[in-house]
């Protein structure tokens, strides 16, 4: 168990739709990253954040969005869905203070956009 | 530009034979850090190693090592006496120091190690 919690761990909606994916990073944890895996592309990094700030985005598109919350937890928001955004979305969170620190990843959150 | 390249896409071993999964990576940056993920067929993706720029020592653990080697930029990873739970698909990442810290990952080397 990484310590990291993601839910839901899976979620069918149709395309159009919004979704919500939450996750909880480990305890003590400061930084929280979004990824996509799905079979074409691989893993791709979405976003991150630090203790509430956004501190680097990679290939999220425009319907996607991210937060953090206060308490650190944080949201990943996909709207507008469309049959390419089924994926694994994975949260992985890390120390992060000055040195880079190895991420731990929860389990994913499969999305299935029919 | 980074890049991450895991040329293997699939091996296939039988139990107990010694496997070595290939990592090279591309970098401009002087100061990154390599890592290895496993991810087996439960889907959820587990820590295995952490390595910067400058520690090119090679390390072992268990029947885990990895030997990185700056000057053919590659990262390579060794599993002996391979086991049936070892099957999974084995990442191999790179991350640079600078601000815009992306990890960047490689398209994964899924190893099966039959009985």
């Known amino acids: 168990d990484s310590g990291v919690t993601q839910t839901p761990k899976h979620l069918i909606t149709a395309t159009g739709q919004r979704v919500t994916l939450r996750c909880s990073p480990r305890s003590g944890d400061l930084s929280v990253y979004w990824y996509q895996q799905s079979l074409d592309q691989g893993l791709q990094f979405l976003i991150q954040?630090?203790?509430?700030?956004?501190?680097a985005k990679g290939n999220i598109l425009e319907r996607f969005s991210a937060q953090q919350f206060p308490d650190l937890h944080s949201e990943l928001n996909l709207s507008s869905l469309e049959l390419g955004d089924s994926a694994l979305y994975f949260c992985?969170?890390?120390?992060?203070?000055?040195?880079?620190?190895?991420?731990?990843f929860g389990q994913g959150t499969r999305l299935t956009v029919v | 530009a980074q890049k991450v390249t895991q040329a293997q896409t699939e091996i296939s071993v039988v139990e107990k034979e010694d496997v070595t999964l290939d990592c090279v990576y591309e970098t401009r940056d002087t100061t990154y850090y390599l890592f290895w993920y496993k991810q087996p067929p439960s889907g959820e993706l587990v820590f295995l190693i952490r390595?910067?720029?400058?520690d090119e020592q090679n390390e072992i653990s268990g029947r885990y090592s990895w030997n990185f080697q700056k000057s053919t930029s590659s990262f390579n990873f060794t599993i002996t006496a391979s086991q049936v739970v070892d099957s999974a698909v084995y990442f191999c990442?790179?991350?640079?120091?600078?601000?815009?810290?992306?990890?960047?990952w490689g398209l994964g080397t899924s190893l099966a190690v039959n009985p």
């Open positions: 954040y630090y203790n509430g700030e956004e501190r």
């Open positions: 390595r910067n720029s400058f």
């Open positions: 992985a969170s890390s120390v992060e203070q000055g040195a880079i620190t190895e991420a731990f």
């Open positions: 990442a790179l991350i640079n120091a600078g601000n815009n810290r992306k990890l960047i």
